[in-house]
Each structure stands twice: as structure tokens, then as C-alpha cells.
């Protein structure tokens, strides 16, 4: 027990150590922070691609394996365990933990700026516009969902059906058996919390940056580095207030009232937007990203500029998987009592086509909007004030203050949703997976994740964000791979001990 | 007028009997969906005609044919069963309020419960078995009240009848009394009850908390 214990408390010591040399760095050494990123994202291009890619299209693989396999049937929990949640409000947990923040601040966003600068052809077409909606599908689709299926079905198996610590290195048991709890484990554990940390901070920081602009629209606030610094320090005081104060239950209302205002917005501008052209979106993109999934899956630029590639596919891919241990941890907590093929479909299938619905809501409403206007000088402003794109969007259809306030306040609530909810699993992560982490450990990993984003923000804003987690996820990437294959040595071993069972009971 | 704040999880009387809310469906005239405590039963009802109750210290019940006593005065060891009467969720636990959970592994930070389920100290009263002798028991809301004002020994009829009769089947067990009597209705004639074992209890003896407890009755099982 003791020796848990301190394993526990090296893993916390040691990935904070980590993570505030960083902070230290990045307030004391800004241009030496901003150069350094900058190499390691022009290597990402060159080295860390195909790595990415190819890991990330092994996640997809593997989750549909999955699906199909004679591991579906297996539940997560005990035999008679059921569900905690009806399959509804599962569903949309699992959306808005998944895609959060990000899906408000790109859902316009990323498919103008493809729309101008598209990864292949002339900007400003038709085809532009085909191409900017087929890759956003792409960038929000099976991919994200078959990172977070594979880690979130880990996570969950290994903690409710062989009862072992909420850890990313409990997913190690059937490879490394009890060193899960020794160097090995801790190494594990203190990578995955440093990836986590930056996938939380990107995520704070983009947030941080679209509150701000949503201030800006609606009460004239400036739009400045300053105001988003302002922003990220109230958020800290009022999750720490609630750390303290046990408003936690606040929280989870605060966290619904965002999906269901969510979908209001969504519901919306369907309504008052192009319907027809958001639904011949749908349907053509949909086709479009299952004939090139596989293209776009293993595209790179070998004889050229292999800037749009890093820039858009692989600080995705990056992002998700550094922001998986997070949601991962979340899908798990709440999906206990369901089957493994019941996991898949809920994680991978459904809320891909959730996302491709919302991008082509948005994406095909703000496309429609661009090309109408005639000029370039729209789509331009939207790409160069990427965290005002939303509300830029939003005046170009009626009803607009009630859609800009709408949306505001979804930023908002998920923003400090996010950040309280990430203070919770690094705790429990850095504990060495207690489900009860202390509050004074939450408290430190609140103030430093709000540190990080910052100094991120500080740095260079978007840019520096979007290389942090390329860098930062590379390792957990590779643990990742590891985890598939420690994941169906223990389903293995579960539809054994499952066999077994059913023989003793014949018996009896 | 009355208004009802019906919510999952809080303990109500209905039919006189204790129940766990264990949902609530807004648009339906039956809204409240309720678990009878003694036996794990499932019944519907609405919000008019149940009310809450709820549970603190010392107070004792019969959860799943058992009897326990709620205490906190120490911390709950594996094995035991708890009520998480305090629920101070973090963002991603999955409990609600009362929820009654069996202790998988605890240390001094809180327990981990065999749903997987992290609870704090300060969440939960122990569930500690039997009725302890000062305990309160809220299995009955008017047995309850009778002790209080301890009119039992009047003994009149419309008293009596004011709780569920005894029924065949029922098992009772003497309370306060140094050898232990269990024993189960066999028959009924009149205002006296027959009791295996020979043995001959008028019927406000034998509803009468002081002496007898009612534990389970066969059909129920």
C-alpha cells in the first residue's frame, strides 16, 4: 500500500516539475520558447508526419476490428452491471466531453480558411468549397473518435472488469503485469500527464481566445492578448471556488445546460440558415470523405511544401491524441454497463455523424454565406480573425444578437466545464489513479493548466498552441499503439475468464 | 396548494411505507418512481401522495430484508454497506443522492465502492447491521410517530389499524428481550395472531415496535 502510495506522489512531483521547467521557460525565455517551437514544428513536417498518420489511421482500423470482433459482446463492469445512463443523454455526454470548445471555435472557421487556401487546387471555387467541407469531415470525423474509442474502452476495461487503479498505466497490466506500479507504470503515467496538460491547455487557450471575441462582439471589450490573459485568470478563481466549495454539482448542470443550448444554436441555423444547401452538404461530403478516406488518411507532400499538412492534419491529430487521456477518462466514467460493441457504435460511429452534421451546418451555411457576397473580402476577414469567425458568421443570419449571445455563453460554460473537469482527471492520474484525488492536488494542476495556457498564449498564440501539442503528444502516440495491443491481450483473457465461468456454472 | 419537489434518490413514505425515489418522469401523471426499501419492490405513484423523508444518524431501516442502523461515528471499511446521503460529486462521478453502495477498498482519503465509485468521508452514513438499541426506526411513518408519543400502551383499536395489519407469511422478531424469538404468522383469528412456534400475540402486541419487529414477509422474497 505504500509503496502505491509514493508512486502516486512521483508521478504528480515529477509531471508537474515538467510541466512548470516549461511555464518557467516560456515566461522567462518567450523568443528563445517562440524559436524552439518553431524547429520542432518545421521537424514535425519532415519527421513526425507519417508517424501521426499512420498511427491515427491504425486507431480507426482497430476500433471498426473492434466492432465487428467476438470481443463485442463483453461488457464493461460486472455481468449484471447496466448502464448508468439511458442512451440519449450518453450520447450527448460523449459529444460535447469529445469535441467541446473546439467544434464552436473552427466549425466556420476551418472550412473558409480551406475554402481560401484548400490543400490542393484553387482557392475561391466550387471545388475549393467541396474540398474545405471533405476535409473538415475528415479532421472531426472517424479519426478523433477511434482515438478516443480506444483509449476510453482501455480505461474502462481495465478499471471496472479487472478492478485496477484509474491510470494509463493499468492499460499496461496484460504487458507489463504488477510493473505497471513500478519505473515503467510511473514513466507511462508521467507521459501521458504531460501530453494530457498540453491537450488541455490548447484547448484552454483556443477557449480563452473565443470567450474574449465573443466579449468583443457583444459588449465592445478589445480583442486583445491582455483581455484573454484576464479571462483565463477568472476562469482559475471560479473552478477553484468550486473545487472548494463542492459546487461541482453546479458544474454538471452548467455542462448540460451547454449541450442542450448547443443543439439549440445548431437546431437554429438549420432553421433560418440554407437548409437545403446544408442538406446537399451533408449528403456530398459525406460521399466525398468515404471514396477519399484513405487518401486523405495517408496523404503527405514528398516532393513539396509540406506546410498545409502540418499545420491542419497533424496539429489535429496531435491535439486529439494529447486531449484523449482527458476524454477518455470521461467516456469511461460514464459508460460503465455497456458492451464493448455497444462502446464502439456509441463512441465511434455515432458522433462522427453528429460532428459531419454540425460541420455541415455551420461550415455549409458559412461557405453558402462567403460565396454569395462575391467578394473575397469576407472569407479573408473570417481566415484572419479565426476566433471571431463564429460571430462574423452569426451576422450574416437573423436573428443574430440571439445567436452571438447563445453562442457566448456555450463557449463559456464549456470553457469552465473543461478546464473544472480537467483539474479532476489530472488528479486522478497524477495519484496513481484514485478515484478521490485530493483537493489540493486539483487545485494545483487548476492553477498550473491555466498557467500553461497562458504562457502558450503569451508566446505566440495559435501558432505556438498548435506545436505545443504536436510535440508534446509524439510519445503518448506511440503508448497509444502499445495500448491496442495490451487492450486485446486482456479482452482475450476477459472472454476466457467469461468461458470458464459459464463451464463452473454448468456444472454446479 | 401544495408544491412538490419530487427529486431521484430522496427516501419518501408511501402507503406508509419507506421507498427510494429511484426516478422521476416530469410528464407523466405517474411520476414518481419508487423502490420499497424492505423488499426492493418497484412502484409508481405521484408526487401528491408521497413524502420525504430525510435520513440522519441513528436512524435504522430494513434495506433488502436486512435491518441496518445509519451511523457515522467511525469510517467505513471494506465490506460495509453505505448510504451516500451527502453526495458531493466531482465532474465526472456518475452516483446521485441515497445511493446505497458495498465498499470495495477505502483509505483515509475516502472509499472506492464496488460500482467503482470514489466517495469522500463526509458523503456517506455508515450502514452498520441490525438496529442498534438507541436507534430510530423509519421503516413506518406512524409506527414511528407512535413511538414518539409512546400512546402504545393504550393500545385502541383505531391505533392499530392505522399501520398495515400483520398478514400471513410476515416474520416477526421479538425486540427487547434477552432470548431471541423469530417467528412467522400462521394465522390470524380475530384481534389475535398465531405465530409459529405456538405462540399466541394479540394483534396490537405484536404491532407494537417496543416488543416485536416486523422483518420480511415470505412472499416478498
Not at chain 2, 177 to 200: F, H, P, R
Request: charged letters at 15%; hydrophobic letters at 45%.
Amino acid at each position: 500500500m505504500d509503496s502505491k502510495k509514493n508512486a502516486g506522489n512521483s508521478v504528480f512531483i515529477i509531471s508537474l516539475l515538467l510541466t512548470l521547467i516549461f511555464i518557467v521557460w516560456g515566461v522567462f525565455f518567450t523568443d528563445n520558447l517562440t524559436k524552439v517551437t518553431d524547429i520542432i514544428y518545421n521537424g514535425s513536417i519532415d519527421y513526425l508526419g507519417w508517424v501521426y498518420l499512420g498511427a491515427t489511421l491504425f486507431f480507426v482500423i482497430f476500433s471498426i476490428y473492434l466492432l465487428f470482433s467476438k470481443y463485442g459482446d463483453i461488457r464493461l463492469g460486472k455481468k449484471t452491471d447496466r448502464p448508468d445512463f439511458n442512451t440519449a443523454s450518453w450520447l450527448a455526454m460523449l459529444f460535447g466531453a469529445g469535441m467541446g470548445i473546439g467544434i464552436v471555435y473552427w466549425s466556420v472557421a476551418e472550412p473558409v480558411t480551406h475554402y481560401t487556401t484548400p490543400p490542393y487546387g484553387e482557392g475561391y471555387t466550387v471545388d475549393a468549397a467541396n474540398t474545405a467541407m471533405k476535409y473538415t469531415f475528415f479532421h472531426w470525423g472517424l479519426d478523433p473518435w477511434a482515438i478516443y474509442t480506444i483509449i476510453g474502452l482501455a480505461l474502462a476495461f481495465f478499471q471496472y472488469n479487472k478492478r485496477l487503479p484509474a491510470a494509463i498505466s493499468s492499460a499496461f497490466h496484460p504487458l507489463l503485469g504488477d510493473r505497471i506500479y513500478g519505473p515503467i507504470g510511473k514513466t507511462i503515467d508521467i507521459l501521458s500527464i504531460f501530453a494530457t496538460v498540453f491537450g488541455i491547455a490548447t484547448s484552454l487557450g483556443l477557449g480563452a481566445m473565443q470567450v474574449t471575441a465573443g466579449m468583443h462582439e457583444i459588449f465592445g471589450v478589445p480583442n486583445e492578448l491582455f483581455v484573454q490573459l484576464i479571462v483565463i485568470a477568472v476562469a482559475t478563481v471560479l473552478f477553484i471556488i468550486s473545487i472548494n466549495t463542492g459546487l461541482e454539482k453546479g458544474i454538471q448542470y452548467l455542462s448540460n445546460a451547454a449541450m442542450i443550448l448547443s443543439f439549440a444554436i445548431m437546431v437554429m441555423i438549420l432553421i433560418v440558415g440554407p437548409t437545403m444547401t446544408i442538406i446537399k452538404v451533408f449528403f456530398n461530403t459525406t460521399g466525398l470523405y468515404i471514396s477519399d478516406f484513405i487518401h486523405m488518411s495517408l496523404r503527405l507532400r514528398p516532393f513539396g511544401e509540406g506546410e498545409w499538412i502540418a499545420s491542419w492534419t497533424l496539429f489535429y491529430w496531435a491535439w486529439w491524441i494529447a486531449w484523449a487521456p482527458f476524454v477518455g477518462m470521461f467516456i469511461a466514467r460514464v459508460s460503465k454497463g455497456r458492451t464493448v460493441r455497444e462502446f464502439v457504435i456509441g463512441v465511434l460511429i455515432v458522433p462522427t455523424l453528429g460532428t459531419c452534421l454540425w460541420m455541415s451546418i455551420f461550415g455549409g451555411s458559412a461557405l453558402e454565406i462567403v460565396q454569395n457576397t462575391g467578394s473575397h473580402d469576407l472569407a479573408k476577414n473570417i481566415t484572419e480573425n479565426v476566433s471571431l469567425a463564429i460571430f462574423t458568421f452569426f451576422d450574416y443570419l437573423p436573428l443574430s444578437s440571439v445567436l452571438s449571445i447563445l453562442g457566448f455563453a456555450v463557449v463559456a460554460i464549456y470553457y469552465i466545464t473543461v478546464a473544472d473537469t480537467a483539474t479532476f482527471v489530472l488528479g486522478m492520474l497524477s495519484e496513481g489513479g484514485t478515484l478521490n484525488p485530493s483537493n489540493k492536488i486539483k487545485m494545483t494542476w487548476g492553477v498550473i493548466q491555466s498557467a500553461l495556457a497562458a504562457v502558450l498564449l503569451l508566446a505566440g498564440g495559435l501558432n505556438v498552441l498548435q506545436t505545443a501539442s504536436i510535440a508534446a503528444a509524439l510519445p503518448f502516440a506511440i503508448i497509444m499503439i502499445i495500448m491496442c495491443f495490451s487492450l486485446v491481450k486482456g479482452l482475450r483473457s476477459e472472454i476466457e475468464v467469461q468461458k470458464g465461468n459459464k463451464r463452473s456454472a454448468y456444472h454446479s | 396548494m401544495k408544491l412538490y419537489q419530487v427529486r431521484k434518490g430522496q427516501f419518501v413514505y408511501y402507503n406508509n411505507e419507506l421507498h427510494k425515489v429511484y426516478g422521476v418522469k416530469p410528464m407523466y401523471k405517474l411520476s414518481v418512481h419508487l423502490i420499497k426499501m424492505r423488499d426492493l419492490t418497484q412502484h409508481i405513484t405521484n408526487a401528491a401522495s408521497v413524502e420525504k423523508y430525510k435520513p440522519k444518524e441513528y436512524d435504522s431501516f430494513i434495506f433488502n430484508h436486512k435491518a441496518y442502523t445509519l451511523r457515522k461515528d467511525r469510517k467505513a471499511e471494506a465490506g460495509d454497506y453505505i448510504l451516500i446521503n451527502n453526495p458531493m460529486q466531482d465532474s465526472l462521478d456518475t452516483y446521485s443522492l441515497n445511493e446505497i453502495d458495498l465498499v470495495e477498498s477505502a483509505d483515509n482519503k475516502g472509499v472506492i465502492t464496488s460500482n467503482s465509485h470514489g466517495v469522500k468521508h463526509n458523503e456517506y452514513l455508515l450502514m452498520v447491521p441490525g438496529r442498534a438499541p438507541d436507534s430510530n426506526s423509519i421503516d413506518r411513518k406512524d409506527m414511528a410517530n407512535d413511538d414518539d408519543e409512546s400512546v402504545n400502551d393504550s393500545g385502541t383499536l383505531g391505533q392499530t389499524t392505522s399501520g398495515p395489519l400483520p398478514s400471513l407469511g410476515d416474520i416477526y422478531k421479538r425486540t427487547g428481550n434477552d432470548s431471541i424469538v423469530e417467528a412467522m404468522v400462521v394465522a390470524i383469528k380475530d384481534q389475535t395472531v398465531y405465530l409459529g412456534g405456538g405462540l399466541e400475540v394479540p394483534q396490537d402486541e405484536l404491532m407494537n415496535s417496543k416488543t416485536w419487529e416486523f422483518l420480511y414477509n415470505l412472499l416478498d422474497r
